[in-house]
């Protein structure tokens, strides 16, 4: 952002941090965007993207937590909160293939049969809402759990208001790549994508870390679910104007787990 210049206007978007029961604690579904993306090109991050509209007030079957709980756990509104969900749902369906949906009769989907209107969902042809209708499907809101809300700083190009949102994979479903936005992706263990990031191997943004440092500290999804999470929006302070002075909790323990090239990574990203 050059001097006196206003910041970036803010778009909202949800993050899905999809979790499983692993050998080694929680893994965790992982995946490294395509260079050529605008936003965080290269970088490892979790599914996750913008809010459509069009869900904002769309009629949708629902079960569990509904949209004024959410609205009270991410300080926002009611057609705000339904935004946010629709997203984490479409998303986790678009960039992974992982439905958090059931049929109106509490019956499983056939997520393989149901593969053919990922493209569509993608590309905006078709809402959520409709989607669901046209398959008499309903969103499971109670398979999603409020992880965080970090906001980009004001001196990105690009910036989003990103709710995380914590997910655990359904029984019979798994991940995959198959979406244009990605390079590979491949289950971790949180432990273990701290260490291959401080080892090089990936580069993670600070929230991505933030998020993998979380769920570091739980050994199941169950014990992660239980906890109990104030969630405050986390906007990194930039005293300098620069990614140099970046703050924000365990910003010193972030930069000092860096290796050379991940802190060329990291600058040049972040200023790209």
Known sequence: MTENAAPAPLRDASTVVLVR?????IDVFLQRRVKQMAFAGGMTVFPGGGVDERDADADLA??????????DSFSTSVTGAQEL?????????EECGVLLVTHLDGA??????LMPARAKLESRELSLAQFLRDNDLALRADLLRPLAHWITPKIEKRRY??????????AGQDADAETSEVETAQWYSASAALVDWSAGKHFLLP????????????DTVEALFAAQREIK???PGTPNDDFEGLRF???????????????????????G
């Not at 029961?21 to 604690?25: E, H």
């Not at 969900?85 to 369906?93: H, N, S």
Request: with cysteine.
């Open 207 to 218: 929230p991505t870390w933030t998020q993998l440092r979380e769920l570091a500290a739980y």
């Open 108 to 113: 499983a989907p056939d997520v393989a049969g």
């Open 233 to 235: 929006p986390i906007e």
């Open 21 to 25: 029961d692993g050998a080694d604690g």
């Open 62 to 71: 629902w079960v569990g937590p509904d949209a004024q709980w959410w609205a």
């Open 161 to 170: 208001d990103t709710r995380f949102f914590l997910a655990e994979l359904p």
């Open 85 to 93: 969900v629709c997203a984490a749902v479409r998303e986790t369906f």
């Open 249 to 271: 909790a365990h910003a010193d323990e972030y930069f000092a787990s860096m290796n050379d090239q991940a802190r060329e990574l990291f600058f040049r990203g972040a200023s």
